[in-house]
């Protein structure tokens, strides 16, 4: 938790997100679906709401200039541990949605973008792990 709180005050954009029970909450880069400033350095911190839930993201729409600007999705909540990346983006995605599912009940989000080439940006909304199962059931 110190080093969480060490990285919120030293980035631009930060944000700490609970992702409501059996419901989601959407993540967009800045000025979405405007281009995202050059040199955005953004963090969202994400936790279910129902503990020991996982955490489902589904990423609707993502593009950015070039490979400098990086969309990366973690488990847990440390954004600089490495090994808890699960999936790094730049460029262009083949298809839509993209979906996968964090290994806790929380998650974090960071979106770097260098001074050139800016581009759409993402979409994406990260959903309670029993969000839209119940119907199923
Ligand atoms: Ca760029």
């Known amino acids: ?16 997100i609970t992702v409501p029970s059996s419901g989601f909450v959407t993540v967009t880069s800045q000025n979405y679906p405007s281009n995202y400033k050059s040199n955005t350095d953004c963090v969202w911190i994400l936790n279910a ?13 993502f593009i950015t200039g070039d490979q400098l600007d990086q969309l990366v ?3 847990q909540t440390n954004p600089l541990d490495t090994n808890s990346i ?15 599912t964090s290994l806790s009940d929380t998650m974090w989000i ?25 119907l199923a059931i």
């Open 73 to 75: 999705v973690g488990s």
């Open 86 to 100: 699960l999936r790094t983006y730049w460029g262009t995605v083949p298809e839509f949605p993209v979906v996968f």
């Open 49 to 61: 709401q129902t503990p020991g839930t996982r955490l489902r993201v589904v990423i609707k729409d």
């Open 1 to 16: 938790m110190h080093v969480t709180l060490l990285l919120f005050s030293a980035t631009l954009c930060q944000n700490q």
């Open 110 to 134: 960071t979106f770097k973008s260098d001074g050139t080439k800016q581009a759409r940006g993402f979409d994406l909304e990260v959903q309670d792990a029993t969000y839209g199962k119940s």
